[in-house]
C-alpha cells in the first residue's frame, strides 16, 4: 500500500503539490486526473522517489521512498516525455534494466516486442512517439515490480494499441496482483480500467474515491417542471449547476438517486429522468465548484 501524508512541493513561490494526503490500495487501479498543472507529474515524481518533498511523506508499506533502493526496486516509472540512453536500442536498454530489476521477464520481453512489431536493434531515437511509449510499457510490464507509475501513458498510442496495453495490464493485475498508477488527461482512457480516482486542483486533492461510489453519488436529472415551478424552490436537493433550455431543466446533483428521485417526485413533474455522468463530467462538475468553470474561460 502507499500512503502520503501532507505531501507538499514547491517551485519557488509555486506551490505545485499542496499537504495531500492520499491512500493507493494493493491490486486496485488508481486514476490521477486533474486541471493543467493541477501537479500529477509532481505528485508521480514524489511517489517514486524522483523529488524530494519539501514537507510530508511517502512511504510503501510504511517505509520511505526518497533514499531507499530496495523500496524503489518495486516501482518503475513510464514518464511523459519519454528518456533513454543517447543511441540506445530496445535490447540495450532491456539490459540495463534486468540489473536493476532482478524480476526482469527477459523471454516476456523479446515476445513482446515481437507482439507490438518493434525492431530491439533499432535506435530508440528513430522512433515515433507512439512506439517510444510502447518500449517503455513493455519495459515496465516486464520488470515485474509491484507498482507501474504511468504518466500520460496511453496519449500516443492508436485505439488498438491503447487497448492492448489496458489488457496487459489487467493480465498483470490477475496474474501478480500489479497495481498501476495512472495519470491522465484523457478521462474517457480511465474511465473503463480505473477503479479509484483521486482528483487534483491546484495542488490540493478535492476528492479520492471509489470510481463506483462517485458515479454513485452524483447524477444529472433533465426535467420539466410545473408551471411556477423553479429548480431552485427544490431546496431539498443539493444541487450543483442548473442549465435551461427552454422548458427543460438539466440539474447536476450531489446525492443517493433513490432520494433524488424522492425530491423530485414530490413537485410532480412533467418528465423527469436520471441520467448516469461520465468520468468527465463528474470532472467538470466538481472543478466547476471550486472556480474552474469553463465559461470563464472562454468569456
Known amino acids: 500500500m502507499i500512503e502520503t501524508k501532507g505531501l507538499t512541493k514547491k517551485f519557488g513561490d509555486i506551490v505545485a503539490v499542496d499537504h495531500v494526503d492520499a491512500t493507493i490500495k494493493d491490486g486496485s487501479v488508481f486514476g490521477l486526473i486533474g486541471t493543467n498543472g493541477a501537479g500529477k507529474s509532481t505528485f508521480l515524481r514524489m511517489l517514486c522517489g524522483i523529488l524530494k518533498p519539501d514537507e510530508g511523506t511517502v512511504a510503501i508499506d510504511g517505509r520511505g521512498v526518497y533514499e531507499d533502493v530496495e523500496v524503489k526496486s518495486r516501482f518503475f516509472y513510464i514518464s511523459d516525455d519519454q528518456y533513454f540512453f543517447s543511441n540506445a536500442t530496445p535490447e540495450e536498454m532491456m ?46 510490464v516486464c520488470a515485474g515490480t509491484d507498482y507501474l507509475f504511468c504518466d500520460e501513458t496511453f496519449d500516443g498510442l492508436d485505439p488498438v494499441m491503447r ?33 479509484h480516482v483521486g482528483l487534483l486542483h491546484k495542488g490540493g486533492i478535492l476528492l479520492s474515491r471509489e470510481l463506483e461510489d462517485m458515479k454513485l453519488n452524483i447524477h444529472k436529472i433533465q426535467c420539466v417542471l410545473l408551471p411556477g415551478t423553479e429548480p431552485e424552490d427544490m431546496k431539498e436537493l443539493d444541487i450543483m449547476k ?21 425530491v423530485v417526485g414530490n413537485y410532480q413533474p412533467v418528465f423527469a429522468e436520471i441520467i448516469p455522468l461520465s468520468l468527465e463530467e463528474i470532472f467538470i462538475s466538481e472543478t466547476e465548484v471550486v472556480g474552474y468553470d469553463i465559461k470563464k474561460l472562454v468569456l
Open 95 to 140: 539490459d540495463f534494466y534486468r540489473k536493476v530489476y532482478p524480476k526482469f521477464d527477459v523471454k516476456r520481453f523479446h515476445h513482446l516486442m515481437k507482439s507490438f512489431d518493434l525492431n530491439e536493434r533499432r535506435k530508440i531515437n528513430t522512433f515515433s512517439k507512439g512506439m517510444k511509449k510502447q518500449v517503455s510499457v513493455i519495459c515496465g
Open 163 to 195: 487497448q492492448t496495453v489496458k489488457s496487459i495490464f489487467v493480465g498483470d493485475m490477475e496474474e501478480r496482483n500489479m497495481t498501476p498508477i495512472i495519470a491522465s488527461h484523457n478521462l474517457r482512457e480511465l474511465e473503463d480500467i480505473c477503479d
Open 242 to 262: 442548473i442549465e435551461r433550455r427552454g422548458s427543460l431543466c438539466t440539474l447536476t446533483v450531489r446525492g443517493s438517486r433513490e432520494d433524488i428521485e424522492t
